[in-house]
């Protein structure tokens, strides 16, 4: 079993910033590809970011691309999201996710996080 628990999440202004992060504990942190999702009300979740097991390789939605930054800290077993630029659009829920290769599909993710609202005011 692996336990995610996001953070990081909050009301911030259009234009602005936030990092989120994902605290894992239980089994190997460094096994596991991890993924950023969203979802907003009424709507289905969507993958926004994912990084590799090794850091070495991330995948990013085209709706984040160029304003938004994943990474993560093994000796921290946290995974972060860097969101800039922020739209109104951004708002949702944020789950972080843990699956055994990286990859966009939330069906492929093994563990999920609570995780934590991000409102973006206009």
């Known amino acids: 079993q692996v336990q995610l628990v996001e953070s990081g999440g909050g009301l911030v202004q259009a234009g602005g910033s936030l990092r989120l992060s994902c605290a894992a504990s239980g089994r190997t942190f460094n096994n596991y590809a991890m993924g950023w999702f969203r979802q907003a009300p009424g709507k289905e979740r969507e993958f926004v970011a994912g990084?590799?097991?090794?850091?070495?390789?991330?995948l990013y939605a085209d709706s984040v691309k160029g304003r938004s930054t994943i990474s993560r800290d093994a000796s921290k077993n946290t995974v972060y999201l860097h969101l800039n630029s922020l739209e109104p659009e951004d708002t949702a829920a944020y789950y972080c996710a843990a699956a055994a290769v990286l990859q966009r599909d939330s069906r492929m993710y093994d563990y999920w996080g609570q995780g934590t609202q991000v409102t973006v005011s206009s």
């Open positions: 990084i590799d097991y090794n850091g070495r390789r991330t």
